[in-house]
């Protein structure tokens, strides 16, 4: 008799353990699908008018696909950072860094709407300072070096690029004030904090 109640007590237990793990899966599976893809949310459209007013500043289309989450964004060799494409499952956090920071982390914040300033490794150090006192303050806006980047500043917001040929210029600040949370922002509200890396300021 005690061996039949073992018996059903461990085919209780089991099944109850056995549907329990077929749920954590369930749930993992759905988390993973979420963040391997946000493409649905978005639609293709041309590229936007360049309505701010700044010379010089290029826009692109958007496309579904340049939304789409992945495990790896490959390191460009081009000089000028993309202004979209897919990205990693986390921003970058906006902020002032001093040291190159992740392509697919920095695609994902230029989606909720930052400005990406870069810069190259050997630029003066008084530049560096000058846009870093440009920069302070703004919320949504990163600021790095870019190695292999010749130009001496690019900025780049999600589908929108302007390429700075010598320093200083207005329209840096002009830029930022415009397409910082701007117009061409895909997830308007959307956070550049509480993801990853950590802002010298």
Partial sequence: ???????L???LAFSVLACANE?????AHVEDTANMTSSGAFHDRDALPNDSGIEGVQTFPDRTVYHDHVKVVEEPVEEIPPAFGAHLAAWQNCGI???PIGLGNALHSLEHGAVWVTYPS????DQ???LRATVRGNDFVLMSPYPQQTKPVILTAWTVQLVIESLPDDRIA??????SEGPQNPEPGA????AIGTPIE
């Fill in 1 to 7: 008799m005690n061996r039949k109640i073992y018996f």
């Fill in 9 to 11: 007590l461990a085919v």
């Fill in 23 to 27: 749920g954590m899966e369930d749930s």
């Fill in 97 to 99: 860094y001093d040291q």
């Fill in 122 to 125: 050997d630029l003066p150090i």
């Fill in 128 to 130: 560096v300072e000058a």
């Fill in 174 to 179: 002009k830029f930022i004030e415009y397409y």
């Fill in 191 to 194: 956070s550049c904090q509480g």
